[in-house]
Nanobody, 116 residues
Framework: QVQLVESGGGLVQAGGSLRLSCAAS????????MGWSRQAPGKQRELVAG???????NYADSVKGRFTISRDNGKNTVDLQMNSLKPEDTAVYYC??????????WGRGTQVTVSS
């Protein structure tokens, strides 16, 4: 099992920045990829950014050029730096991790609210 705990959400004005952090514990050695997803009210959860154990990254088109995902394998953390935030970025952001046998683990989420 893998446990994930997010931190760093909050309220920010449009154009501002926030940095989310996710700390992983448990069966760390089994993790092959980590990422961030978000879910806005009334919408489906969507993948925002992902990063492999080798450092390869992928982003949703809506956040490319604004968000940066990074991973510290030594500290078992994955961060999401969010710049130029827009009101449509408002959502609950969830950290996720996938292991070698295909299981996906989720954190409880952290709220990000961007005011216009």
């Amino acid at each position: 099992q893998v446990q994930l705990v997010e931190s760093g959400g909050g309220l920010v004005q449009a154009g501002g920045s926030l940095r989310l952090s996710c700390a992983a514990s448990g069966s760390i050695s089994s993790i092959i990829s980590m990422g961030w997803s978000r879910q806005a009210p009334g919408k489906q959860r969507e993948l925002v950014a992902g990063i492999s154990s080798g450092g390869s990254t992928n982003y949703a088109d809506s956040v490319k050029g604004r968000f940066t995902i990074s991973r510290d394998n030594g500290k078992n953390t994955v961060d999401l730096q969010m710049n130029s935030l827009k009101p449509e970025d408002t959502a609950v952001y969830y950290c996720n991790a996938a292991d070698r046998v295909g299981r996906v683990f989720w954190g409880r989420g952290t709220q990000v609210t961007v005011s216009s």
